[in-house]
């Protein structure tokens, strides 16, 4: 049935012209928004440059700053781009003294707390303070584009979109034929039908999200050319202050994954509203309106905003930082209105 289900969507042809058109739309969002970028690699000076990155990538030594501090006397050739590099590998070697500043500084916060008896404050400069202890790189990489990556959240618009036009194949055209009458008189219509349009949405929802978060990292990679997404996140320079100490690609992973939550929470809130209100605009106005509610309490926990965040939490000796109550955020929702239509289903059956 599901497999059916799916076959709906997928050879429905506006849903076929409409992805065509997103796919299409996506990438000259991101040429649009980055056309300086792709003209900065377009010149010759940074063709010779990245013939030289090839040699310079990777662990740091003093002949390689060497070859860039003689390629950097050859500007006609290389033009300013190992002057950047320098700087950035300067900034690379000096990190790990930028970190042990930090863990001073907490652990000095963490003496006064301790002696005026604040214990939440003490706790969180401890946490602070244990993060930043070790923080070091070894390593050169070009990494700039990662946080515009992070930062673009234009295919999410297009993933909505999709899961509305899904929701309007399944259930809305069987409401114009009245063919819900007689799915409602059959076994799978009156106990399992519309809990399989739901788990269809919703792999259409994921499926759909991956697509387009793979389609833009691969458009943003052939944009910037970044390297080095095993390295640790803070070697990204808008990242230096974070608090995850994980790698740039896992990273990325939690971003898709906290995106996709917010996709599947859209879908079942669009389906609850279609199940319960028979009226089609009415259904997709409260949907909207409910979308926009839950939406509020964590606007500010976009993602790129999310990994640069200084915050720490302790909730009943629990340590939380932005990225943990996010990814709660994200679930609580999900699991609320899964087991809501696990109650439709088991109350009655409605379309």
Same mark, same amino acid.
Request: glycine share 2%; aromatic share 12%; proline share 1%.
């Given at each position: 049935?599901?497999?059916?289900?799916?076959?709906?969507?997928?050879?429905?042809?506006?849903?076929?012209?409409?992805?065509?058109?997103?796919?299409?739309?996506?990438?000259?969002?991101?040429?649009?928004?980055?056309?300086?970028?792709?003209?900065?690699?377009?010149?010759?000076?940074?063709?010779?440059?990245?013939?030289?990155?090839?040699?310079?990538?990777?662990?740091?030594?003093?002949?390689?700053?060497?070859?860039?501090?003689?390629?950097?006397?050859?500007?006609?050739?290389?033009?300013?781009?190992?002057?950047?590099?320098?700087?950035?590998?300067?900034?690379?070697?000096?990190?790990?003294?930028?970190?042990?500043?930090?863990?001073?500084?907490?652990?000095?916060?963490?003496?006064?707390?301790?002696?005026?008896?604040?214990?939440?404050?003490?706790?969180?400069?401890?946490?602070?303070?244990?993060?930043?202890?070790?923080?070091?790189?070894?390593?050169?990489?070009?990494?700039?584009?990662?946080?515009?990556?992070?930062?673009?959240?234009?295919?999410?618009?297009?993933?909505?979109?999709?899961?509305?036009?899904?929701?309007?194949?399944?259930?809305?055209?069987?409401?114009?034929?009245?063919?819900?009458?007689?799915?409602?008189?059959?076994?799978?219509?009156?106990?399992?039908?519309?809990?399989?349009?739901?788990?269809?949405?919703?792999?259409?929802?994921?499926?759909?999200?991956?697509?387009?978060?793979?389609?833009?990292?691969?458009?943003?990679?052939?944009?910037?050319?970044?390297?080095?997404?095993?390295?640790?996140?803070?070697?990204?320079?808008?990242? &230096?202050?974070?608090?995850?100490?994980?790698?740039?690609?896992? &990273?990325?992973?939690?971003?898709?994954?906290?995106?996709?939550?917010?996709?599947?929470?859209?879908?079942?809130?669009?389906?609850?509203?279609?199940?319960?209100?028979?009226?089609?605009?009415? &259904?997709?106005?409260?949907?909207?309106?409910?979308?926009?509610?839950?939406?509020?309490?964590?606007?500010?926990?976009?993602?790129?905003?999310?990994?640069?965040?200084?915050?720490?939490?302790?909730?009943?000796?629990?340590?939380?930082?932005?990225?943990?109550?996010?990814?709660?955020?994200?679930?609580?929702?999900?699991?609320?209105?899964?087991?809501?239509?696990?109650?439709?289903?088991?109350?009655?059956?409605?379309?």
């Amino acid at each position: 049935m599901i497999r059916y289900e799916l076959k709906k969507i997928v050879n429905n042809k506006f849903i076929v012209v409409f992805l065509v058109l997103f796919f299409c739309l996506d990438i000259f969002v991101m040429i649009s928004k980055n056309i300086g970028q792709i003209n900065y690699i377009s010149s010759k000076q940074y063709d010779n440059y990245r013939r030289l990155y090839n040699d310079i990538r990777g662990d740091i030594t003093s002949e390689k700053v060497k070859t860039l501090q003689e390629a950097k006397l050859n500007m006609e050739v290389y033009g300013l781009y190992p002057e950047v590099a320098i700087n950035t590998i300067n900034n690379n070697r000096d990190y790990e003294k930028r970190a042990k500043d930090v863990v001073d500084m907490a652990l000095d916060n963490a003496y006064t707390y301790n002696l005026i008896n604040q214990q939440n404050r003490y706790i969180n400069s401890i946490c602070i303070a244990n993060i930043f202890r070790d923080r070091h790189i070894d390593c050169y990489y070009e990494t700039d584009g990662i946080d515009e990556y992070l930062k673009y959240d234009y295919s999410t618009i297009i993933v909505i979109i999709i899961i509305i036009m899904s929701i309007n194949i399944l259930w809305i055209n069987d409401r114009k034929t009245e063919m819900y009458r007689i799915v409602n008189t059959t076994y799978y219509g009156k106990n399992r039908l519309n809990v399989i349009k739901v788990i269809s949405v919703l792999i259409i929802t994921v499926i759909s999200e991956i697509f387009f978060r793979i389609l833009e990292l691969i458009t943003f990679y052939i944009i910037y050319r970044f390297d080095g997404i095993s390295q640790p996140l803070y070697s990204v320079k808008e990242y &230096a202050d974070t608090l995850y100490n994980g790698s740039i690609i896992s &990273a990325m992973l939690i971003d898709l994954l906290l995106k996709i939550l917010g996709c599947i929470m859209v879908s079942l809130i669009v389906a609850i509203c279609v199940l319960l209100v028979r009226n089609t605009i009415l &259904a997709y106005g409260l949907a909207f309106i409910l979308s926009i509610v839950l939406r509020y309490p964590v606007k500010s926990f976009d993602n790129y905003r999310m990994f640069r965040s200084r915050n720490v939490y302790i909730i009943k000796d629990y340590l939380f930082t932005d990225i943990s109550i996010m990814i709660l955020i994200g679930i609580i929702p999900l699991v609320s209105m899964l087991m809501l239509l696990v109650i439709l289903r088991c109350y009655k059956s409605v379309i």
